[in-house]
């Protein structure tokens, strides 16, 4: 892989504040390509994000926006638009978890997480696909979970979503086939972030001995697979769902 092969090109990596949006924002950065740093609420971390890709010698900016909202995405495309004139990779990363057992959930923890991650990856998706038509080239990246794929006591709000991301990955890397354009999820299992960070050490136990590997992964071991999908190494790769979670889907 030629260390340099996404020059030119620009990336939309949504949640890419913090964990593994970061990482994957770094890594696109250190192909060459230019990347818009989205984030939602943490606007300091978003700026440091984009010191460190600017680091890296490409162009990058801060654009803030809920990715659950048709409205603030339609606004964030603009910009981008504006800035950069198209986006030719999208890391559809950003996610939340409100956890909570089926018999207490509220109507709003379901939708919040329905609308970031799933409507998010919609909106989103349907913006860059216009963009990459017109390019003849994409490349739409999907941050799944393993969660998605065995389900997980607690969550069914976030299952449902990441698993409905799996059936429209299939569905849109059908569609897009013809145009140059690929589409896969990754499905993480446990990485070492701030989402596992707040687990308690009963809680790390427990999920210690689902693990094959009996280890967290880190950011980079997914970030990695994203630098891969983009790059022209992976273009016969497509409609794929690619667990990375030390053998926990097995
Ligand atoms: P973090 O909590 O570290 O980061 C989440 C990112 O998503 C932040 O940048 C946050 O922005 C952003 N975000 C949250 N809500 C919105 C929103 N409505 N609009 C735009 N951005 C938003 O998460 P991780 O790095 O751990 O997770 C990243 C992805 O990987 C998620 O989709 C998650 O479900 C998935 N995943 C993570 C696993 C893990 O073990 N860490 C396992 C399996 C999947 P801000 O801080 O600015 O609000």
Redesign the pocket.
């Known amino acids: 892989m030629s260390e340099l092969e996404l020059k030119g090109k620009t990336a939309l990596v949504?949640?890419?504040?913090?964990?593994?949006?970061?990482a994957s924002a770094l890594k696109l950065a250190s192909m060459g390509a230019n990347i818009a740093v989205?984030?939602?609420?943490?606007?300091n971390?978003?700026l440091d994000t984009v010191k460190e890709v600017q680091s890296l010698g490409v162009d990058a900016f801060a654009v803030q926006?809920?990715?659950?909202?048709l409205d603030e995405v339609d606004s964030m495309i603009s910009e981008i638009i504006k800035k950069f004139e198209k986006i030719d990779i999208l890391i559809n990363?950003?996610?939340?978890?409100q956890d909570g057992l089926l018999l207490r959930m509220s109507d709003e923890a379901w939708s919040k997480v329905i609308?970031?991650?799933l409507n998010?990856t919609f909106y989103c998706s349907r913006a860059a696909i216009k963009l990459m038509f017109k390019s003849r080239w994409g490349r739409i990246i999907n941050?799944?979970?393993?969660?998605g794929l065995r389900g997980n006591v607690g969550q069914t709000n976030?299952s449902a979503s990441?698993a409905a991301i799996n059936g429209f990955t299939f569905a849109l890397a059908k569609e897009v086939a013809t145009r140059n354009i690929t589409v896969n999820t990754i499905?993480?299992?446990?990485?070492?972030?701030?989402?596992?960070e707040v687990l308690s050490d009963k809680q790390k136990d427990a999920i210690m001995n689902w693990i094959p590997m009996q280890k967290?992964?880190e950011?980079d071991d997914?970030s990695n697979m994203v630098g891969y999908l983009a790059s022209n190494n992976a273009k016969y790769i497509t409609g794929q769902t690619i667990s990375i979670d030390g053998g926990m889907a097995i």
Do not use: H, M
């Open positions: 949504t949640g890419a504040s913090k964990g593994i949006g970061k989205n984030y939602f609420s943490s606007e971390e978003a926006a809920n990715v659950g909202k990363n950003a996610g939340i978890i609308d970031t991650n998010g941050i799944g979970s393993v969660v976030y990441k499905t993480p299992g446990y990485i070492n972030t701030e989402t596992v967290f992964g950011v997914i």
